[in-house]
């Protein structure tokens, strides 16, 4: 199994910057990617970023591609999002998922990201 648990999260104005945290532990050497996701109240839960453990290749949503970039950091299992350009409609609870080479497996318990404007 593999446990996440993300971090980072808090109250910010519109315009502002925060960087999420989600470390990683447990069977790992299964891992072929993490990511993030979040949700919004009353929304369905929506794929923002995600990054492949062995290479550099990163994957972005639309509307977040320019604000937002994923990180890793391997030696120490974990993974990052810093957000830049915060608009309140970011406003949700943000997910670190990990997933093998066919599906998202693994997922932290989230972490609150409001932004205000």
């Known amino acids: 199994q593999v446990q996440l648990v993300e971090s980072g999260g808090g109250l910010v104005q519109a315009g502002g910057s925060l960087r999420l945290s989600c470390a990683a532990s447990g069977r790992t050497s299964s891992v072929y990617a993490m990511g993030w996701f979040r949700q919004a109240p009353g929304k369905e839960r929506e794929f923002i970023a995600a990054i492949t453990w062995s290479g550099s290749n990163a994957f972005y949503v639309d509307s977040v591609k320019g604000r937002f970039a994923i990180s890793r950091d391997n030696a120490k299992n974990a993974v990052f999002l810093q957000m830049n350009s915060l608009k309140p409609e970011d406003t949700a609870i943000y997910y670190c998922?990990?997933?093998?080479?066919?599906?998202?497996?693994?997922w932290g318990q989230g972490t609150q990201v409001t932004v205000s404007s």
């Open positions: 998922a990990a997933r093998s080479v066919y599906t998202w497996d693994f």
